[in-house]
């Protein structure tokens, strides 16, 4: 059954790398440029979210991820530099279209932010799997009902779309048409979805028998299956990315007050 | 029904197991709508159901749970910033089926108008604060462009997006989950019943 989840261990360090960590350093690539605010900030986080994803040997399938972005980034400079209420220098101009600086200024730090956003969660998402994230939560004192719920969606979407195939290859045969206009594309959503949803809705029951009678509402000390080999970085990394944000806080409240 | 009852959930195994059941129903929704070429996202039909049964502390649970974990394993991060859209919408969803309104078709659609108010109130600050604005998707753009080359103020315009896109897209889903929720049989839904009582024999 094909995964949902994109990752692969692939060998490298940053598949070993705690996925706290790579938390702390999502939350420092986003806040920190956001907190500074100035372009370069963007540049530099843009530069080492890259340089982490080749030394990770993950920056082929991070391209894969944010690729379908660029459509959308390519609409906002666009609408942004020829429309933009700001828009009063003119900066250059296709035939007699102007693009305006200010909307295209305003287009490129949005670019930035979302191409950082994307790049910097590829990261966790492209070398971290999602047990390992649930497992480490319940650790970690969140609730085993989370860890549950997390681990189990990555089971259950396989299986729902095995259920997707047999009944969409099901209504194919009685003659229902899945191409053609609008009308009967919409018309073929029906008979597809209903089957899919009651039956997975049916199997909860099932499985809250089964989970039940295996003392999954039980209370008390759980003890895990895996261990989580410590990285010797994980530490001291967490500790530093912290640093970084509060400083960057800190000198954003400074300059306001100064 | 009194206003204690609307907001009571049962955490029991049954609704636990309810919310993962509910985030997958989201993604073959989605790929539905996205292998038929449809206009629309229909990611939350199972938001939406899990609402209806659970209630709207399981309906904002599901929600929210759903955007944090595609968000966060699946690559799609953008989805992350719309977890809040989500919540509210199991959550708004989730009150108004407990008020009666998910019992007739009518009513349904009084639901899903509600679910779209919600939609556009949350998603287009989000919007205006991420992408400047517009929601990737091609009709809505189109009448952003076309709001802004009016020059009319950016929320207006961003607004105007987000009505073209989510507004069907929630009637079209809550229509959906109607038919569902009719389709299911009394020993599922009894499951997540939360105004029954437990009697004793003994």
């Not at chain 1, 690539?29 to 907190?35: G, H, S």
Request: glycine share 8%; hydrophobic share 50%.
């Amino acid at each position: 059954m094909k995964s949902i989840s994109l990752y692969r261990d692939n060998g490298t360090w940053l598949c070993r790398v705690h996925p706290f960590t790579k938390l702390m350093y999502i939350a420092a690539a986003i806040i920190v440029p956001l907190l500074l605010g100035t372009l370069w900030a963007y540049a530099v986080a843009i530069a080492l979210d890259i340089a982490l994803l080749i030394s990770g040997k993950s920056l082929k399938r991070a391209r894969a991820l944010i690729i379908f972005s660029f459509t959308i980034i390519a609409t906002i400079f666009i609408i942004k530099g020829l429309f933009d209420a700001d828009n009063l220098t003119p900066l250059f101009s296709i035939g007699s279209v102007v693009f305006y600086r200010e909307g295209m200024m305003k287009a490129l730090r949005t670019g930035c932010v979302i191409i950082n956003m994307l790049l910097s969660f590829s990261i966790l998402v492209l070398t971290t799997k999602p047990e390992d994230i649930a497992d480490e939560l319940e650790r970690h004192g969140f609730s085993p009902r989370l860890s549950y719920v997390i681990s189990s969606v990555f089971s259950i979407i396989p299986q729902m779309m095995g259920t997707m195939d047999t009944i969409t290859d099901a209504q194919r045969s009685r003659g229902m048409e899945t191409e053609g206009s609008l009308i009967k594309r919409m018309k073929a959503f029906i008979p597809l979805i209903t089957p899919v949803v009651t039956s997975s809705l049916i199997n909860t029951r099932e499985r809250a028998i089964a989970l039940e009678v295996r003392g999954f509402g039980g209370k008390g000390k759980r003890s895990y299956l895996k261990e989580w080999e410590k990285h010797r970085g994980d530490k001291p990394m967490t500790i530093i990315l912290a640093l970084i944000i509060v400083s960057a806080a800190v000198w954003r409240v400074a300059t306001w007050l100064i | 029904m009194n206003g204690k009852s609307i907001f009571r959930t049962k955490f029991d195994v049954a609704s636990i197991v309810l919310i993962p059941a509910c985030i997958g129903i989201n993604y073959i929704g989605k790929l539905f709508a996205s292998a038929l070429k449809l206009p629309l996202w229909l990611d939350s039909i199972g938001t939406c159901l899990g609402a209806c049964l659970g209630g709207p502390i399981i309906g904002g649970i599901c929600g929210a749970a759903n955007n944090l974990i595609y968000g966060l394993t699946t690559g799609d991060s953008i989805t992350l910033i719309y977890a809040l859209t989500s919540l509210f919408i199991g959550f708004f969803v989730g009150i108004m089926a407990r008020a009666g309104f998910m019992k007739s078709f009518p009513k349904s659609i009084i639901t899903a108008l509600v679910a779209g108010a919600v939609a556009i109130v949350i998603s287009t600050p989000l919007n205006i604060i991420f992408w400047g604005g517009q929601t990737g998707n091609v009709w809505g753009d189109a009448a952003f462009a076309a709001a802004q080359a009016a020059s009319l103020p950016l929320w207006f315009s961003s607004l105007i997006d987000e009505i073209i896109v989510d507004v069907p897209d929630k009637i079209i889903t809550l229509i959906l989950t109607f038919i569902i929720l009719k389709a299911l049989p009394e020993k599922l839904t009894a499951l997540y019943d939360a105004s029954d009582e437990v009697e004793r024999l003994d």
